[in-house]
């Protein structure tokens, strides 16, 4: 018998440096994370700067201090520089800028990066926002730059005060998840950068099989709470619910597997086991094993903000897009992410937006998408 032996070839192991030394670190946006990453990083000692809008500036400076609570732990950040004045902190030297907002502001604040940064002087960029196209964007100005998209399964919020106002003070975490970095050459310095942060739990992945795993998490009792004003819980408890939120998960994976992306955990999220839940499981029992593991919706975040964008197009609009470029219909997936979106630009009240309403617009998707 001949045995048939397939040769590997070295490939050196890569340098972990256990530190790093002191960086000129741009932290840019407006959400919780974006606040917790420089304020930790700051502790640790790299010159941070945080451009951030004005409610934010105005009550960190009055109340002297940015306040981060996770579990057994309180901690206050003083004088971390802060600005709403791109000019101001959009100046060299930088060694990371760090992108920590939803996917439709990124194109604007590359073309803003692009005025003032020459395109071969770029320092390697950090993007932390929900979706697909965000790192597509920024690399098409940003050519030979380090880009390295993450994305969190950790939460992070905005404490809020009785009125149900954010107090842009005080940001609050829990300890359960991560982050996951897409693959890149920068990804073992990203990856301590986010450990000096207080996040210890970070995954690298492949870009596609990382993106397109994250999105399938990330549409999981999203549209629906956000479109009908209802808690996550009400689309488990709701058969009539369930039914559509089962049909977006069906559509989605469907498309995975047509592009023959494989699927890969996140921190604390089993992605993998989950992707063949949704392939074999029926709807009841399906529900039976995401219930336990309901996350606020970020959609309805976003409407409740009134910016007048969503980032839908880059979660349920990927998986509709992709479908329509395959030859199929994802015609569930569609309708959603139209939807969110008129509403968040002012098409549609979102007051009026029914379930009678949406099972109308169902029906006109199957019967005209092909």
């Not at 890569?14 to 790093?20: D, G, H």
């Not at 670190?25 to 010159?47: D, T």
């Not at 989605?252 to 699927?263: E, M, S």
């Not at 509403?343 to 009678?356: N, P, S, V, Y």
Request: some cysteine; aromatic content about 8%; proline content about 6%.
């Amino acid at each position: 018998m001949m045995l048939l032996f397939q040769r590997k070839l070295y490939q050196p192991p890569r340098k972990r440096n256990k530190k790093l030394v002191t960086m000129q670190i741009l932290v840019w946006g407006n959400s919780p994370i974006a606040g917790w990453i420089a304020g930790k990083l700051h502790l640790a000692q790299h010159q941070v700067k945080w451009l951030s809008d004005d409610n934010i500036v105005k009550n960190v400076e009055r109340f002297r201090g940015l306040y981060l609570q996770a579990p057994n732990e309180q901690t206050i950040v003083r004088s971390l520089p802060l600005s709403s004045s791109i000019d101001e902190f959009l100046r060299p030297p930088i060694d990371w800028i760090i992108l920590a907002m939803p996917t439709w502001a990124i194109s604007q604040i590359a073309y803003e990066m692009a005025r003032r940064i020459p395109a071969k002087n770029c320092p390697s960029i950090l993007i932390i926002s929900d979706g697909i196209g965000a790192r597509e964007k920024v690399r098409s100005l940003f050519e030979e730059t380090p880009i390295i998209q993450a994305f969190s399964t950790r939460l992070f919020q905005w404490t809020i005060l009785a009125d149900g106002q954010p107090a842009y003070e005080s940001i609050i975490s829990n300890n359960r998840g991560g982050i996951a970095l897409t693959a890149s050459e920068k990804d073992v310095e990203a990856e301590l950068l986010f450990k000096q942060a207080g996040i210890h739990n970070v995954k690298i992945h492949p870009a596609q099989s990382l993106e397109w795993s994250s999105l399938l998490w990330q549409i999981q009792v999203n549209a629906l709470p956000a479109l009908l004003r209802v808690s996550p819980e009400t689309v488990y408890d709701e058969e009539e619910l369930f039914n559509i939120e089962y049909r977006q998960l069906r559509e989605a994976i469907q498309i995975i597997d047509l592009q023959k992306i494989p699927l890969v955990d996140l921190p604390e999220v089993a992605l993998r086991r989950l992707g063949w839940q949704i392939r074999i499981l029926p709807p009841n029992l399906l529900k039976k094993v995401l219930r336990p593991n309901i996350k606020p919706s970020s959609l309805f975040a976003e409407l409740s903000l009134k910016t007048g964008r969503s980032d839908a197009a880059y979660l349920n609009g990927i998986v509709a897009k992709t479908a329509h470029d395959i030859g199929i219909a994802a015609p569930v997936n569609y309708t959603l992410a139209v939807s969110v979106t008129d509403i968040a630009e002012g098409r549609i009240m979102w007051e009026q937006f029914t379930l009678d309403y949406l099972h109308t617009l169902l029906r006109i998707a199957e019967r005209h998408i092909t």
